[in-house]
């Protein structure tokens, strides 16, 4: 089945206490991205990549850290989290043409205390 | 920067009626693709319809449709013989056609409840 797996689906932190939160995805798509979902803001992208080693910012990257080392990988790294990253987060995958829909992932629910 | 506006927050509908959801968008770009996205409890999201801005006829999928007015830069949804199932949030986005990073660009979502 094509997917997106993400995992935690549910994470409660710690203020700095670095973490991790992984994207996979099946399909052999090149472009990925994540993105960080609040009430009354929509969905905002915070990073992504055009393929392995090809990363980039997005509209809110501070704070945030990720990696492509290979093309079904996309971790979301947090070195040091703070409150205001609490957030739904979705990782999207979507194949090089443009007029295909992007795939999601089941989201993760991240809280920082 | 393009910019993709829901003005309603909030909508309702009576089962089995129809109901339109808003959506507008800002870009300077000519070739274009809009989405409207689904997101129920679950948060799973999920594609409901997909409009190329370079096709006139506008998109259908069984009881969903949209109305693209490209010179007005609108693309609104009808959802039609609304049903329980279709209780969400909305989300409409736009997608640029240019060949560098292309982001979804989200509206902030319309949240649809469907009154038995």
């Known amino acids: 089945e094509a997917q997106v797996t993400q995992n935690p689906r549910y994470l409660i932190t710690v203020t700095g206490k670095k973490l991790t939160v992984t994207c996979s995805q099946n399909m052999n798509h090149e472009y990925m991205s994540w993105y960080r979902q609040d009430p009354g803001l929509g969905l905002r992208q915070i990073y992504y990549s055009m393929n392995v080693e090809v990363t980039d910012k997005g509209d809110v990257p501070e704070g945030y850290k990720v990696s492509r080392k290979e093309k079904r990988n996309f971790p979301l790294i947090l070195e040091s989290p703070s409150p205001n990253q609490t957030s739904l987060y979705f990782c999207?995958?979507?194949?090089?043409?443009?007029?295909?829909?992007?795939?999601f992932g089941q989201g993760t629910r991240l809280t920082v205390v | 920067a393009q910019t993709v506006t829901q003005s309603q927050p909030e909508m309702s509908v009576q089962e089995a009626e129809t109901v339109t959801l808003s959506c507008t968008y800002d870009?300077?770009?000519?070739?274009?693709?809009l989405f409207w996205y689904k997101q129920p409890p679950s948060r799973q999201m999920i594609l409901v319809i997909r409009?190329?801005?370079?096709?006139?006829q506008n998109a259908t999928e069984n009881r969903f449709s949209v109305n693209f007015q490209k010179a007005a830069k609108s693309f609104s949804l009808k959802i039609s013989d609304s049903q329980l199932g279709d209780a969400a949030m909305y989300f409409c986005?736009?997608?640029?056609?240019?060949?560098?990073?292309?982001?979804?660009?989200f509206g902030k979502g319309t949240r649809l409840s469907v009154i038995a």
């Open positions: 999207a995958s979507s194949p090089y043409t443009l007029n295909t829909e992007a795939f």
């Open positions: 870009t300077s770009e000519s070739d274009y693709y």
């Open positions: 986005a736009y997608r640029s056609a240019d060949s560098g990073n292309t982001p979804l660009v």
């Open positions: 409009q190329e801005a370079y096709k006139q």
